[in-house]
């Protein structure tokens, strides 16, 4: 199943009972873990907060550290390899641990502000 081109993976993340926000992932920014979250798609899970700066929903989805940063934009998408977390960013921020850039998210990153700790939450390919 593909969700999307060579170099781009389409994901939705779904806020059961909420709404959807339409997201794509980038292999150019981490190839190696894009294709394993590639094959490990579907994830279901629970929103966290992330501060005041975003969201975060846990996996299983085990990687190493590359191409790491601590300063991301509002929209991007970045993953936790120490807590097997993808990290969705509703405004620009710096973080104090190492995380891997993965992607953006195409739709507006302000309507994470309407999530609460505790929703659930499913990532999966964007095949439509």
Do not use: Q, W
């Not at 999307?4 to 779904?14: A, M, N, Q, R």
């Not at 490990?40 to 989805?61: A, D, N, Q």
């Not at 790491?68 to 973080?95: M, N, P, W, Y």
């Amino acid at each position: 199943m593909d969700g999307g081109s060579v170099s781009k993976l389409y994901v939705i993340l779904e806020i059961t009972g909420k709404f959807k926000i339409k997201c794509e992932l980038k292999r150019h920014l981490s190839p190696s873990l894009v294709g394993t979250i590639n094959r490990s798609l579907p994830v279901t899970g629970t929103i966290h907060k992330l501060g005041t700066s975003g969201v975060y929903v846990e996996s299983h989805i085990e990687s190493g550290g590359e191409r790491t940063r601590k300063e991301f934009k509002k929209g991007d998408i970045a993953f936790l390899s120490v807590g097997h977390a993808f990290c969705f960013f509703h405004k620009d921020t710096k973080v104090g641990k190492d995380l891997i850039p993965i992607g953006k998210i195409l739709d507006n990153p302000e309507d994470l502000l309407k999530t609460e700790s505790g929703d659930e939450v499913s990532i999966y390919c964007d095949i439509g």
